[in-house]
């Protein structure tokens, strides 16, 4: 209980971590976004307000028009003289003409613009300078042009003209747009909370069945070694207490403890393969090759044994379809599959090994007469250290790790395995590899 205490602690803490990690990148992510937005639809409004100023900057600085004494469109006339117009503003522009000395010559044409515009102070080194003024809580933008003498204009030629742009209604809209922005964000970002907390929980459930697993998988491993470990040892301190007796004498204590060493040997080269697979440091020789090839090294050996035992092996291998595998491990794979059915399968039983193709893929069944498989234990047999029948393991010397190493080895060469009852009667467990087709 303790120990189940402290890993959930543990587990709360990494998920909290990680709650908060993912909480942190969707606010930089929003904040990130939100400013991006804002300054380009800022951006984008200051250059239509600068575009408008421009334009009102090129129809105040006109090309020089002819002087009074200057040919006519009818040739030289004394009489022509030309129009002088009067500042002219669009509408939210103002238009202030400064001498120089700083004197405002336009009041008149300013109108009721005047009371607000009087203040304004005149400097000569805003020339050409882009500038956002505020004017009795009024927002402006403003250019200061040097108008050329020859400006067809009078009123501007020679003079300084200061154009000022309201722009109350972007700011207001500008004001508006932040405020959409952020009560925007902010539920998005109520959203977002929801989303890193389950988040937070879908992405520590692999990590928590796989610290499961692993514990399970150390815990279970430990028995495993603890059994043959006592064995031998309480028959070495047997041996012992009687130093006098002769090998022959301890003929049986010694084979225990050499039956519980290749049982150890057998265990450990298991978990090997086991953390290798793991670890994707097994290193696969795939070539093409047939069936036929490397099945009768597995097979062959097996037949004498289950003869042996008073057992029937009937063999049906008629298919030859190319097959891309690595010969070794797929022998590994048949030698564990042969050895449980051996095991398992009663004297005067049938073990029977065939193959089929089956939606374009190579099957070969190695099936047995035994007790067979609960559906509830078909999907665990394959799993680490875990046996249907534990007793029956330990008598036979099996770890519960074989078929853990035939999944590894089957997926490894992108197949399947399963297992199904085989009426009326055992068990036969099916292995599906893929036919590699010549192009």
Do not use: C
């Amino acid at each position: 209980m303790k120990m189940k205490s402290k890993q959930s602690t543990i587990t709360r803490r990494q998920q909290f971590i990680l709650f908060l990690s993912i909480m942190a990148s969707f606010a930089i992510l929003f904040l990130t976004l939100g400013l991006i937005i804002f300054n380009s639809f800022q951006s984008s409004t200051y250059k239509s307000i600068d575009k408008e100023m421009k334009s009102e900057v090129a129809s105040v600085k006109k090309q020089p028009n002819m002087h009074h004494d200057d040919p006519g469109p009818q040739g030289p006339n004394p009489q022509y003289k030309k129009k002088e117009p009067t500042p002219k503003a669009p509408f939210q522009a103002s238009i202030l003409v400064f001498n120089q000395k700083g004197k405002l010559l336009n009041k008149s044409s300013l109108g009721n613009r005047y009371s607000i515009l009087k203040n304004i102070k005149f400097n000569k080194k805003n020339l050409n300078k882009k500038q956002t003024i505020v004017i009795k809580n009024m927002n402006f933008r403003s250019i200061l042009i040097k108008v050329s003498k020859n400006n067809n204009n009078p009123m501007y030629a020679g003079n300084y003209v200061l154009i000022m742009q309201n722009i109350d209604t972007q700011i207001q809209t500008m004001e508006n747009f932040e405020k959409i922005l952020a009560i925007t964000f902010f539920v998005f970002w109520v959203i977002a909370l929801v989303i890193s907390y389950f988040l937070a929980r879908i992405n520590m459930l692999p990590i928590v069945r796989s610290w499961k697993q692993q514990t399970e998988f150390v815990n279970d491993a430990a028995h495993e070694l603890r059994t043959p470990l006592t064995i031998i040892q309480g028959k070495l301190e047997y041996m012992l207490t009687k130093p006098n007796k002769k090998i022959i004498d301890e003929a049986e204590s010694i084979s225990v403890s050499l039956d519980e060493v290749n049982r150890l040997n057998s265990l450990t080269n298991n978990l090997l393969d086991l953390a290798r697979f793991d670890n994707a440091t097994t290193q696969l020789n795939f070539e093409s090759t047939d069936p036929k090839i490397f099945l009768k090294d597995p097979i062959i050996p097996f037949k004498d044994i289950i003869n042996s035992q008073n057992k029937v092996f009937q063999i049906s291998l008629n298919y030859h379809p190319t097959l891309y595998l690595d010969r070794d491990k797929i022998k590994q794979l048949l030698i564990i599959l042969l050895d449980n059915a051996t095991k398992y399968t009663p004297k005067n039983g049938t073990i029977r090994i065939y193959d089929q193709l089956v939606n374009g893929k190579y099957q070969l069944i190695i099936a047995d007469t035994g007790v067979g498989i609960k559906d509830s234990d078909k999907e665990k047999v394959f799993g680490r250290f875990y046996r249907v029948d534990k007793s029956r393991n330990q008598s036979s010397g099996g770890h519960g790790l074989g078929l853990a190493i035939a999944k590894q080895i089957v997926e490894n060469h992108h197949g399947n395995i399963s297992v199904r009852d085989n009426l009326p009667q055992g068990s036969e467990f099916v292995v599906e590899l893929p036919i590699k087709h010549n192009k």
